[in-house]
């Protein structure tokens, strides 16, 4: 008997609703989904470090093993002129509390239905996990991060193609089976594979959404890598010389029987 006791607590502590704006609260449904938004929770105090300031636009905190990725991205975007601006790390983690106030910013109705689709509920973003974060460009040249305008920059274009490679995501592509807006900005960590330190947590945090409503891009499956071009050869290779002195098989032989008479 003893061995359920942990398992009963859980679901007696487990909610049942979630609590949205002006004392209004959602049900959750059975599969632990608020208004279409899977369950995170928050960070365990302590889990979380700040970003570097040179990477992020205000304060960042993440999970320690995000940043070293960060760094790198953040680092290789500068270096290429296709970016045509500066990636920035913006809103990161986020608590529930600051999710609850981000959450009941917008104007949509009260039963919090279209709210869902532009946030999360509290208790339900990937923000809450240190594992997500929104990327911003500078200049922002007026362009504020809505998706049409985002999806036009080319730092955008550049995250599509390289964002992989330092193991982030896009959780909320276009279309999307979650039925969340498509947010070009938001990108989650998973590593760039399993063995990476700290991806084996992210992933299983993002396990049933990575199931359920695949990213893309995605780190998994692994981004095509396309081989260099074959530089074909411009005249056929000289056919190889005969080797002098060289004879025929038949030759030896009958060279060979003719020494067997002698």
């Keep these: 008997m003893r061995r359920h006791i942990p398992l009963l607590i859980l679901f007696a502590a487990t909610p049942v609703q979630a609590q949205l704006c002006n004392g209004v609260s959602v049900s959750i449904g059975k599969d632990g989904r608020a208004l279409g938004h899977l369950p995170y929770g928050d960070a365990a105090p302590g889990t979380l470090v700040a970003a570097p300031a040179y990477l992020a636009v205000g304060p960042c905190r993440l999970r320690p093993e995000v940043i070293a990725d960060l760094q790198r991205l953040i680092a290789a975007a500068a270096g290429d002129p296709a970016v045509q601006g500066r990636l920035y790390a913006f809103s990161c983690h986020r608590s529930l509390s600051h999710q609850q106030s981000t959450f009941c910013r917008t104007r ?37 991060d809505a998706e049409a305008c985002m999806a036009a920059k080319p730092a955008f274009r550049w995250l599509a193609a390289n964002a992989a490679r330092y193991g982030f995501e896009m959780s909320f592509p276009a279309s999307n089976k979650q039925g969340v807006k498509w947010e070009p900005w938001h990108w989650r960590w998973v590593g760039v594979s399993r063995a990476a330190p700290g991806a084996a947590r992210a992933r299983f945090l993002f396990a049933r959404a990575r199931r359920d409503f695949a990213a893309n891009p995605a780190v998994d499956p692994a981004p095509m890598i396309v081989p260099p071009a074959v530089v074909p050869t411009l005249a056929p290779a000289p056919a190889e010389e005969p080797i002098k002195g060289k004879r025929k098989k038949k030759d030896r032989r009958r060279d060979r029987g003719d020494r067997s008479d002698r």
């Excluded at 923000?127 to 990327?135: K, N, Q, R, V």
């Design 108 to 144: 949509e109705s009260e039963s919090g239905v279209d709210r869902a689709i532009s946030a999360a509920p509290p208790g339900h973003s990937e923000h809450a996990t240190g594992y997500a974060l929104d990327f911003t460009v500078r200049p922002a040249d007026g362009c504020p």
